[in-house]
Protein backbone atom coordinates (compact mmCIF):
# COMPACT_ATOMS: atom_id res chain seq x y z
CA UNK A 1 0.00 0.00 0.00
CA UNK A 2 1.43 3.39 -1.00
CA UNK A 3 1.62 6.05 1.67
CA UNK A 4 -0.89 8.30 2.53
CA UNK A 5 -1.35 12.19 3.13
CA UNK A 6 -0.43 12.40 6.69
CA UNK A 7 -2.75 14.31 9.26
CA UNK A 8 -1.08 17.17 10.49
CA UNK A 9 -1.92 19.35 13.29
CA UNK A 10 -3.34 21.98 11.01
CA UNK A 11 -6.01 19.55 9.90
CA UNK A 12 -7.66 19.73 13.40
CA UNK A 13 -9.07 23.12 13.16
CA UNK A 14 -9.76 22.16 9.40
CA UNK A 15 -11.71 19.35 10.27
CA UNK A 16 -13.76 21.20 13.44
CA UNK A 17 -14.41 23.73 10.74
CA UNK A 18 -16.28 21.62 8.37
CA UNK A 19 -17.77 19.71 11.05
CA UNK A 20 -16.00 16.50 10.76
CA UNK A 21 -15.45 14.68 14.13
CA UNK A 22 -11.87 13.86 14.93
CA UNK A 23 -11.02 10.63 15.87
CA UNK A 24 -8.07 9.75 18.51
CA UNK A 25 -7.14 6.29 20.12
CA UNK A 26 -4.59 5.37 22.29
CA UNK A 27 -1.70 3.14 21.45
CA UNK A 28 1.44 2.14 22.76
CA UNK A 29 2.97 -0.72 20.43
CA UNK A 30 3.28 -1.03 16.91
CA UNK A 31 1.11 -3.67 15.77
CA UNK A 32 -2.05 -2.07 17.43
CA UNK A 33 -1.27 1.27 16.05
CA UNK A 34 -0.65 -0.04 12.48
CA UNK A 35 -4.09 -1.68 13.07
CA UNK A 36 -5.27 1.66 14.01
CA UNK A 37 -4.15 3.33 10.79
CA UNK A 38 -5.24 0.78 8.66
CA UNK A 39 -8.81 1.55 10.52
CA UNK A 40 -8.08 5.10 9.72
CA UNK A 41 -8.09 6.88 13.08
CA UNK A 42 -7.10 10.88 12.78
CA UNK A 43 -4.85 10.32 15.58
CA UNK A 44 -2.88 8.33 17.75
CA UNK A 45 -1.91 9.42 21.53
CA UNK A 46 0.81 7.49 23.37
CA UNK A 47 -0.98 8.25 26.47
CA UNK A 48 0.69 8.11 29.80
CA UNK A 49 -2.23 5.45 30.47
CA UNK A 50 0.88 3.06 29.41
CA UNK A 51 0.99 3.10 32.94
CA UNK A 52 -1.41 1.46 33.79
CA UNK A 53 -2.92 -0.96 31.20
CA UNK A 54 -0.10 -2.37 30.08
CA UNK A 55 2.85 -1.81 32.72
CA UNK A 56 0.99 -2.47 35.69
CA UNK A 57 0.79 0.75 37.65
CA UNK A 58 -1.65 2.10 39.65
CA UNK A 59 -2.10 5.39 38.60
CA UNK A 60 0.09 7.13 35.90
CA UNK A 61 2.79 8.92 37.95
CA UNK A 62 5.04 6.46 37.79
CA UNK A 63 5.86 6.71 34.36
CA UNK A 64 8.43 7.93 33.14
CA UNK A 65 10.01 9.82 29.77
CA UNK A 66 12.12 6.70 28.63
CA UNK A 67 8.97 4.73 28.75
CA UNK A 68 6.93 6.95 26.91
CA UNK A 69 10.00 7.55 24.38
CA UNK A 70 10.42 3.53 23.94
CA UNK A 71 6.48 3.45 23.58
CA UNK A 72 6.48 6.31 20.85
CA UNK A 73 9.13 5.01 18.95
CA UNK A 74 6.93 1.94 18.28
CA UNK A 75 3.81 3.25 17.69
CA UNK A 76 5.56 5.54 14.97
CA UNK A 77 7.01 2.59 13.26
CA UNK A 78 3.23 1.23 12.78
CA UNK A 79 1.70 4.99 11.61
CA UNK A 80 1.55 5.94 7.92
CA UNK A 81 -1.13 8.27 8.36
CA UNK A 82 -2.30 9.53 11.63
CA UNK A 83 -0.86 12.12 13.67
CA UNK A 84 1.13 10.58 16.82
CA UNK A 85 0.85 13.17 19.66
CA UNK A 86 3.06 11.51 22.88
CA UNK A 87 1.78 12.53 26.41
CA UNK A 88 4.25 14.25 28.55
CA UNK A 89 4.71 11.91 31.61
CA UNK A 90 4.44 13.39 35.85
CA UNK A 91 7.26 15.48 36.71
CA UNK A 92 8.63 15.97 33.10
CA UNK A 93 6.92 19.33 32.45
CA UNK A 94 5.60 20.55 35.80
CA UNK A 95 9.44 21.57 37.14
CA UNK A 96 10.48 24.84 34.50
CA UNK A 97 9.37 25.70 31.08
CA UNK A 98 12.90 25.01 30.16
CA UNK A 99 12.77 21.28 31.21
CA UNK A 100 9.69 21.00 29.49
CA UNK A 101 10.96 21.91 26.28
CA UNK A 102 13.65 19.96 26.67
CA UNK A 103 11.77 17.03 27.29
CA UNK A 104 9.37 17.47 24.52
CA UNK A 105 11.99 18.06 22.30
CA UNK A 106 13.18 14.83 22.80
CA UNK A 107 9.56 13.10 22.43
CA UNK A 108 9.74 14.78 18.58
CA UNK A 109 13.35 13.90 18.20
CA UNK A 110 14.03 10.41 19.59
CA UNK A 111 10.53 9.47 19.55
CA UNK A 112 9.52 10.46 16.14
CA UNK A 113 6.05 12.12 17.19
CA UNK A 114 4.52 15.60 15.73
CA UNK A 115 3.36 16.77 18.74
CA UNK A 116 2.94 16.34 22.76
CA UNK A 117 -0.23 16.87 25.19
CA UNK A 118 0.12 18.11 28.79
CA UNK A 119 -2.37 17.79 30.93
CA UNK A 120 -3.39 21.47 33.03
CA UNK A 121 -4.28 24.92 32.47
CA UNK A 122 -3.36 28.65 33.86
CA UNK A 123 -0.56 26.31 35.55
CA UNK A 124 1.09 25.20 32.57
CA UNK A 125 0.69 28.34 30.66
CA UNK A 126 4.39 29.16 30.36
CA UNK A 127 5.16 25.83 29.61
CA UNK A 128 2.74 25.32 26.69
CA UNK A 129 4.11 29.20 25.31
CA UNK A 130 7.66 27.65 25.58
CA UNK A 131 6.88 24.77 23.42
CA UNK A 132 4.45 26.95 20.81
CA UNK A 133 7.60 28.88 20.93
CA UNK A 134 9.95 26.35 19.92
CA UNK A 135 8.30 25.12 17.05
CA UNK A 136 6.25 21.99 19.13
CA UNK A 137 2.54 21.60 18.93
CA UNK A 138 0.53 21.01 22.07
CA UNK A 139 -2.23 18.99 22.62
CA UNK A 140 -4.25 20.91 26.17
CA UNK A 141 -5.75 18.55 28.18
CA UNK A 142 -8.01 20.12 30.99
CA UNK A 143 -11.04 18.51 33.32
CA UNK A 144 -10.11 14.90 35.27
CA UNK A 145 -6.27 15.10 34.58
CA UNK A 146 -4.76 11.90 36.50
CA UNK A 147 -1.49 13.21 37.08
CA UNK A 148 -3.43 15.26 39.42
CA UNK A 149 -5.34 12.18 41.08
CA UNK A 150 -4.11 12.98 44.56
CA UNK A 151 -5.34 16.80 44.50
CA UNK A 152 -8.60 15.59 42.97
CA UNK A 153 -9.04 12.70 45.19
CA UNK A 154 -9.75 9.99 42.68
CA UNK A 155 -11.13 9.43 39.30
CA UNK A 156 -13.87 11.72 39.73
CA UNK A 157 -16.36 13.35 37.27
CA UNK A 158 -14.97 17.41 37.22
CA UNK A 159 -16.53 20.74 37.12
CA UNK A 160 -19.55 20.21 38.39
CA UNK A 161 -19.55 22.74 40.68
CA UNK A 162 -19.68 26.59 39.22
CA UNK A 163 -16.03 27.73 40.63
CA UNK A 164 -14.79 24.35 38.95
CA UNK A 165 -16.63 25.12 35.63
CA UNK A 166 -15.60 28.57 35.35
CA UNK A 167 -11.67 28.03 35.99
CA UNK A 168 -12.26 25.18 33.16
CA UNK A 169 -13.82 28.01 30.90
CA UNK A 170 -10.89 30.36 31.71
CA UNK A 171 -8.25 27.36 31.32
CA UNK A 172 -9.51 26.85 27.81
CA UNK A 173 -9.28 30.06 26.65
CA UNK A 174 -5.97 30.23 27.84
CA UNK A 175 -4.53 27.67 26.84
CA UNK A 176 -6.30 28.69 23.07
CA UNK A 177 -4.65 32.10 23.26
CA UNK A 178 -1.70 30.14 23.99
CA UNK A 179 -1.92 28.31 20.58
CA UNK A 180 -2.68 24.93 21.02
CA UNK A 181 -3.70 22.81 18.48
CA UNK A 182 -6.45 21.09 20.09
CA UNK A 183 -7.92 20.41 23.81
CA UNK A 184 -8.88 17.04 25.23
CA UNK A 185 -11.79 17.45 28.04
CA UNK A 186 -11.51 14.15 30.08
CA UNK A 187 -14.73 13.78 32.42
CA UNK A 188 -17.20 16.32 32.67
CA UNK A 189 -20.84 17.42 32.36
CA UNK A 190 -21.58 17.12 28.71
CA UNK A 191 -24.06 20.28 27.96
CA UNK A 192 -20.66 22.23 29.34
CA UNK A 193 -18.29 20.34 26.99
CA UNK A 194 -20.86 20.96 24.52
CA UNK A 195 -21.10 25.05 25.17
CA UNK A 196 -17.25 25.32 25.76
CA UNK A 197 -16.55 23.17 22.34
CA UNK A 198 -18.78 25.63 20.59
CA UNK A 199 -17.49 29.03 21.67
CA UNK A 200 -13.42 27.90 21.16
CA UNK A 201 -12.03 28.17 17.85
CA UNK A 202 -9.85 25.06 18.29
CA UNK A 203 -10.99 21.49 18.39
CA UNK A 204 -12.14 19.64 21.72
CA UNK A 205 -11.01 16.03 22.28
CA UNK A 206 -14.09 13.88 24.52
CA UNK A 207 -13.65 11.63 26.82
CA UNK A 208 -16.14 11.25 29.15
CA UNK A 209 -17.69 14.59 27.71
CA UNK A 210 -20.51 13.89 25.91
CA UNK A 211 -21.03 14.01 21.92
CA UNK A 212 -21.07 18.03 21.61
CA UNK A 213 -17.17 17.69 21.68
CA UNK A 214 -15.32 18.12 18.16
CA UNK A 215 -13.96 14.81 18.25
CA UNK A 216 -13.37 11.18 21.01
CA UNK A 217 -10.54 10.05 21.99
CA UNK A 218 -10.59 6.49 24.18
CA UNK A 219 -8.14 4.37 25.78
CA UNK A 220 -7.91 1.55 23.03
CA UNK A 221 -7.51 -1.40 25.96
CA UNK A 222 -10.74 -0.26 27.77
CA UNK A 223 -12.97 -0.17 23.87
CA UNK A 224 -11.44 -3.63 23.03
CA UNK A 225 -11.78 -5.54 26.53
CA UNK A 226 -8.72 -5.74 27.49
CA UNK A 227 -8.76 -3.77 30.86
CA UNK A 228 -9.71 -6.51 32.80
CA UNK A 229 -12.81 -5.09 35.22
CA UNK A 230 -12.05 -1.36 35.20
CA UNK A 231 -14.96 -0.13 33.03
CA UNK A 232 -15.34 3.45 33.27
CA UNK A 233 -19.07 4.76 32.50
CA UNK A 234 -18.16 7.01 29.47
CA UNK A 235 -16.55 3.40 27.78
CA UNK A 236 -18.08 1.81 25.06
CA UNK A 237 -17.29 -2.15 24.42
CA UNK A 238 -16.56 -2.25 20.77
CA UNK A 239 -14.86 -6.41 21.36
CA UNK A 240 -13.83 -8.35 23.82
CA UNK A 241 -10.63 -9.32 22.93
CA UNK A 242 -10.10 -10.10 26.62
CA UNK A 243 -12.50 -13.34 26.78
CA UNK A 244 -11.03 -14.15 22.68
CA UNK A 245 -7.59 -14.00 24.12
CA UNK A 246 -8.31 -16.02 26.91
CA UNK A 247 -10.00 -19.06 25.10
CA UNK A 248 -6.90 -18.81 22.85
CA UNK A 249 -4.47 -19.54 25.67
CA UNK A 250 -6.47 -21.98 26.73
CA UNK A 251 -6.93 -23.87 23.91
CA UNK A 252 -3.38 -23.84 23.31
CA UNK A 253 -2.32 -25.21 26.32
CA UNK A 254 -4.92 -28.03 26.27
CA UNK A 255 -3.56 -28.87 22.82
CA UNK A 256 0.37 -29.06 23.80
CA UNK A 257 -1.03 -31.22 27.07
CA UNK A 258 -3.05 -33.90 25.03
CA UNK A 259 -0.08 -33.72 22.12
CA UNK A 260 -2.11 -32.39 19.81
CA UNK A 261 -0.06 -29.25 19.18
CA UNK A 262 1.88 -28.66 16.75
CA UNK A 263 0.78 -31.21 14.46
CA UNK A 264 1.70 -32.03 10.66
CA UNK A 265 0.99 -28.44 9.31
CA UNK A 266 3.11 -27.06 11.81
CA UNK A 267 6.10 -29.15 11.67
CA UNK A 268 8.86 -29.52 9.34
CA UNK A 269 9.61 -32.65 7.23
CA UNK A 270 12.55 -34.41 6.07
CA UNK A 271 12.67 -37.83 4.49
CA UNK A 272 13.82 -40.88 5.85
CA UNK A 273 16.48 -42.21 3.61
CA UNK A 274 18.27 -38.43 4.97
CA UNK A 275 17.21 -39.11 8.30
CA UNK A 276 18.09 -42.91 8.60
CA UNK A 277 21.47 -42.07 6.93
CA UNK A 278 22.48 -39.13 9.75
CA UNK A 279 21.25 -41.90 12.43
CA UNK A 280 23.87 -44.34 11.02
CA UNK A 281 26.69 -42.45 10.55
CA UNK A 282 26.08 -41.07 14.16
CA UNK A 283 26.15 -44.94 15.49
CA UNK A 284 29.18 -45.42 12.99
CA UNK A 285 31.03 -42.81 14.65
CA UNK A 286 30.07 -43.91 18.25
CA UNK A 287 31.20 -47.17 17.59
CA UNK A 288 34.26 -46.20 16.14
CA UNK A 289 35.47 -44.06 19.10
O1 LIG B 1 -3.08 8.91 28.90
C1 LIG B 1 -4.12 8.86 28.21
O2 LIG B 1 -4.46 7.83 27.63
C2 LIG B 1 -4.92 10.07 28.12
C3 LIG B 1 -6.25 9.96 27.46
C4 LIG B 1 -7.19 9.24 28.32
C5 LIG B 1 -6.76 11.28 27.02
O3 LIG B 1 -4.52 11.08 28.60
Do not use: W
Amino acid sequence: MGKKEPVRTTDFRLMKEKGQKITMLTAYDCNMARLQDEAGVDSILVGDSVGMVMLGYDNTLPVTMEEILHHTRAVVRGVNRALVIADMPFMSFQVSPEKTVENAGRLLKEGGATAVKLEGGQEVLAQTRALIAAGIPVLGHLGLTPQSIHQMGGFKVQARAVAQAEKLITDARLLEQAGVFGLVLECIPAPLAEKLSRSLSIPTIGIGAGSGCDGQVLVAHDLLGLSGDFAPRFVRRYADLGEAMQEGFSRYLAEVREGEFPGEKESFSMDQETLQKIFDREENSETNQ
